[in-house]
């Protein structure tokens, strides 16, 4: 009779995980009052740990840093510190457009004839960016961005998504630091008759993740079309959504003392919070401006070469007031989307005129 190989230890957890575990161990077939808690937390533990142990790679920190401009432009850009499990050639990059927001331009477009369909869509991109360091960087040290990455890469041919295989040739145990930069044109979401009534910015957690932050800025000016005093508009807020868009009914996805995440929200000048906020979008600014004068390793050509330059740095004006969210959550749940929300404005834009020529960004 072969030895165990088990060893016995203890989890200390709240109350209502430890019922909540039990419940679902029910649900599932466990029927033994005793073992119920045990096998369950066992097969969801190894679950949790292979995906730590065999995911190519593991990110170790996560920073986002996203700008509502008042015109309805957006602008995101993405830090991660990357942990390799396995030797990587390549580490694939990949953002995409709402599909809410694709939906729309597509209606808009179906009603002019005259403007070219691809062109324009591509034209929705402001910037894409994607590139790679070896080593740890922090996000706020910008310094350290100067230095010339492993590779970088924009990709000009995607229309509701953009891509990019980024070259590291690195051997498992190296740590990378991966940089994505998007901004995109009118790309708010306005208020239209039988639509929902929130506009989100969505941020994904793909790979096994530990230490995120994201930080969403609007100006206030956004909410002019309203017509509403500025105390009256309602705060940025928070929900959860899947892959398939479907909503988690409130926070309590991720509100268990074991993995409790904290939030900070309000707007500008008076509230806490409101001037790192602002240097959030000052910094942001900087990072983008930098970037413009870059050279693309795979092109050897220099990103403001590539985008309408001015369109960019004249969408980038400092809000002289602003609502804020922040969202710091050191255990975020693999491939559940975390959904910093608002009310949607009126609109306050028309269609581009057929004549309007557009970088192909």
Known sequence: MGSRSERNCQVRMSSSLWNRVGEIAQELGHKD????????????????????AYSPYVCRSSRHVAYVTAEGNVFHRHVQ?????ASREKIPSFIEMKPEKYQYYQRKLNTSKDIEKTTWLKSQWLMNYFAIWNGKKEASDLVAFQQSPLDSAIDTEGINSKAADLSVDAISGRFLTREVVTGFRDYVEWKEPRTPVFDRIDIPTDIPTIDLEACVIIDQKLFDSLEIEGEEIANLSLEFRNRESAIF??????????????????????????DEMLRQVRRLRQRLFAILETDITTDHKKVSSMFDREAIISSLRLPSEFLFYKLQWPSPHLGIKVCIRWEKPLPNHAMPRANERRGSG
């Open 33 to 52: 009052a005793r073992g119920r808690h045990s096998a369950m937390i066992r097969e969801m533990v190894s679950t949790s740990a292979a995906t730590w």
């Open 81 to 85: 510190v990357i942990r390799l499990n």
């Open 249 to 274: 009914e409130g926070k309590d996805v991720a509100l268990d003392s074991e993995t409790r995440f904290e939030e900070q929200y309000g707007r500008s000048p008076d509230d806490d919070g409101s």
